[in-house]
């Protein structure tokens, strides 16, 4: 990555995903958490292996990272393999590496509300909400859910109103927020099923 996206004080916004493949959904989320959030740039972060889905029906990683580039339409989106690159396979080391190495960007990490149900069931999880602040974006059908979900409740001290979002890249965690805005059913799901991917 160009030295021009590590300047002391960026703001900078972390989404994981398999991008299987990269699709209109993804660029509409990462747009409302630049807005939202007042990022400076958005790094997506194209795993090798997401331990929680089975490799069957996944693309190679060369394509899926293809994908993305395609579909990263706005210059302050950065295509990342930097999670190839650590040699990391669970977002709580992935997090943890990366605050190691850029001590003065300020992380936040990007979950949908279906994501936050399932957070429990990442691996290190805790340390994952000790790292960075965590801004979640609505989806359809679990945006209430992830707001009456177990780490919610957890957090709920340290959870903005969804008004003050563009306080949480400067706040020390843990800090939560959920963002607002118009959902997008679009998935990479979706899109295989219908047979557009490959």
């Known amino acids: 990555m160009r030295s021009t996206f590590l300047a002391p ?5 972390l989404l994981g995903g398999s991008f ?12 409302m958490c630049l807005r939202a ?8 972060l194209v795993s090798p292996g997401n331990p929680l889905k089975p490799e069957k029906g996944m693309a190679p990683y060369q394509e899926r990272f293809a994908s993305a580039q395609k579909m990263a339409r706005d210059p302050r989106i950065v295509v990342s393999g930097i999670e ?6 669970y977002t709580a080391d992935t997090l943890a590496a990366l605050a190691e190495r850029f001590t003065d960007v300020n992380f936040v990490w990007l979950m949908g509300a279906d994501n936050m149900l399932q957070f429990p069931k990442w691996r290190n999880w805790h340390r994952i909400t000790e790292t960075v ?3 979640v974006y609505p989806r359809p059908g679990y945006t209430l859910k992830a707001r009456l979900s177990p780490v919610a409740t957890m957090l709920r ?3 903005l109103d ?9 706040m020390a965690p843990p800090a939560l927020v959920f963002l607002s805005g118009p959902e997008t059913g679009q998935s990479a799901t979706k899109i295989r099923e219908a047979g557009d991917w490959r």
């Not at 004080?9 to 916004?13: A, T």
């Not at 959030?37 to 997506?44: H, Q």
């Open 162 to 170: 969804t008004a003050d979002a563009a306080l949480l890249p400067m």
């Open 84 to 89: 190839k690159e650590l040699g990391t396979r």
């Open 9 to 13: 004080g960026l703001k900078v916004g």
């Open 157 to 159: 001290e340290c959870t």
């Open 37 to 44: 959030l007042g990022l400076d740039r958005v790094w997506w």
């Open 133 to 135: 602040p965590i801004a």
């Open 20 to 31: 299987n493949p990269a699709h209109e959904g993804h660029l509409h989320i990462t747009r």
